[in-house]
């Protein structure tokens, strides 16, 4: 099974600094890797995906992740912060069963607080 | 289009009693999922319907819970009799295919707490 680990259950910046949340998976094939953001009171919503067809993905609301395989990595990043991404974010990983469904694997999350 | 919608959106019950969540995946797909997130803990995956098959209940914690999807629309996920480490957040999400790639779109989830 795959494993998804994210560093930091809270992390703040200030509005305008960069934000960078970190996600290192464990996987022996080549992975299928998710962002989700959950705003408060709401479902989850996919920000971006890494699929193989490029290793730096670019996402909605500014926000991009690096597919790193030589350090098992997808971190996501955006260049400034601003007020309204203060959310939790759950990185996650695709993998099928045997019983050939597909489901994701996510990480414990990371709420993210930008101070004005 | 309307996204995955899911009742209610809080329940509050004692131990011993029965609950059922429902959740409506967005229209036109076939693949709908349940997971759980329990206080402090990450969001893991119950099960998954093909229309309306379960094609995978690996996730599903013991046979107190029961998920139907009787003709392949909507679904239901039934705890009985609710215990107090099944208190959490529920999610249901839905995806039009069945591949590693597929996005699975979520809705906002049933926060249960069970006294």
């Known amino acids: 099974a795959q494993s998804v680990t994210q560093l930091g259950s809270h992390v703040s910046v200030s509005e305008g600094a960069l934000v960078l949340l970190r996600c290192n998976y464990s996987?022996?094939?080549?992975?299928?890797l998710f962002w989700y953001v959950q705003y408060p009171n709401q479902g989850l919503q996919l920000l971006l995906k890494y699929t193989s067809a490029a290793t730096l993905v670019k996402g909605i609301n500014g926000f991009e992740a690096e597919f790193k395989k030589s350090e098992t990595s997808f971190h996501l990043t955006k260049p400034s912060a601003h007020m309204s991404d203060a959310a939790e974010y759950f990185c996650?990983?695709?993998?099928?069963?045997?019983?050939?469904?597909?489901?994701?694997?996510f990480g414990k999350g990371t709420k993210l607080s930008v101070i004005p | 289009e309307a996204g995955v919608t899911q009742f209610p959106s809080h329940s509050v019950i004692e131990k011993g009693q029965t609950v059922t969540l429902r959740c409506d995946p967005i229209?036109?797909?076939?693949?709908l999922y349940w997971y759980r997130r329990v206080m402090g803990k990450e969001i893991k995956f119950l099960l998954h319907f093909v229309k309306e098959s379960k094609q995978d209940e690996s996730g599903m914690p013991n046979n107190r819970f029961l998920a139907e999807r009787t003709g392949g629309t909507y679904s239901t996920l039934k705890v009985q009799p609710a215990e107090l480490e099944d208190s959490g957040v529920y999610f249901c999400?839905?995806?039009?295919?069945?591949?590693?790639?597929?996005?699975?779109?979520f809705g906002p989830g049933t926060r249960l707490l069970v006294l």
């Open positions: 999400a839905s995806s039009q295919g069945q591949t590693l790639l597929e996005t699975q779109y």
């Open positions: 996987s022996s094939v080549p992975p299928y």
């Open positions: 996650a990983v695709s993998e099928g069963s045997g019983a050939g469904s597909y489901q994701l694997t």
């Open positions: 229209s036109g797909h076939d693949n």
